[in-house]
């Protein structure tokens, strides 16, 4: 069965380093999706992929984080500097291209703390 | 914009009773709305679907209704397992590029 991949699973940074995620969707899907969880709450949206542009990044904290997918497949998250604030959940998710009705695929997600 | 509301949790059952979590919503237009599940230390996994008002979505032994005229989409399960203890999260997907949000989620232990 298809997978999204995440890596890596854990990651323990200190803080005012950089930081970079890795997310590679389910063969075929031309959405991505990269959410941040904090612990207890449901999933944010950071930005939003069709194929290689961003649609949507209006939660994305432009000033540190930054994403790409070129090629409009596999994608990486990063954080420069990362800050205490940052520990979380990153999750990413892919699905088909931009259909209502449609479920979105999670990876098992990046766990990130920030010392 | 669209937003998601979930009952607060943790709501706490003991096996084979009635399950009841509230979820509504606020959008514009016609959404299509998700249930999702996240049992310990795994990813979120889609536990049942409805595309358009009266749509039932079921799987599981779960069932949501999409209520459009209570902006609402309870999920239910008449007999709870221990093994359904996870979290649960609303989520709904509308608007530009049809964006996918989530509620804050409820999280349910269920006890033998």
């Known amino acids: 069965e298809a997978e999204v991949a995440q890596s890596p699973r854990y990651k323990i940074t200190e803080k005012s380093q950089a930081v970079a995620f890795w997310c590679d969707p389910i063969?075929?899907?031309?959405?991505l999706y990269w959410y941040r969880q904090i612990l207890g709450q449901g999933p944010e949206l950071l930005v939003q992929?069709?194929?290689?542009?961003?649609?949507?990044d209006s939660q994305l904290p432009k000033d540190r984080f930054s994403a790409e997918r070129l090629k409009g497949v596999d994608s990486t998250l990063k954080i420069q500097p990362a800050e205490l604030g940052d520990s979380a959940m990153y999750l990413c998710?892919?699905?088909?291209?931009?259909?209502?009705?449609?479920?979105?695929?999670f990876g098992q997600g990046t766990r990130l703390t920030v010392v | 914009g669209n937003s998601v509301t979930q009952m607060e949790g943790p709501v706490t059952l003991s096996e084979e009773a009635f399950l009841t979590i509230n979820c509504t919503y606020t959008?514009?237009?016609?959404?299509?709305l998700f249930w999702y599940v996240q049992y310990p230390g795994e990813g979120l996994q889609l536990l049942l679907k409805a595309t358009k008002a009266d749509d039932k979505g079921s799987n599981k032994g779960f069932e949501a209704t999409y209520r459009k005229e209570t902006t609402s989409f309870h999920l239910e399960k008449g007999s709870v397992q221990v093994s359904d203890s996870a979290v649960y999260f609303c989520?709904?997907?509308?608007?530009?590029?049809?964006?996918?949000?989530f509620g804050a989620g409820t999280r349910l232990a269920v006890h033998p």
């Open positions: 992929f069709q194929d290689e542009s961003v649609v949507d």
């Open positions: 998710a892919s699905g088909p291209r931009g259909s209502l009705d449609t479920e979105a695929f």
């Open positions: 989520a709904l997907r509308g608007g530009g590029y049809n964006k996918l949000i």
């Open positions: 063969s075929g899907h031309a959405t």
């Open positions: 959008a514009t237009g016609y959404p299509s």
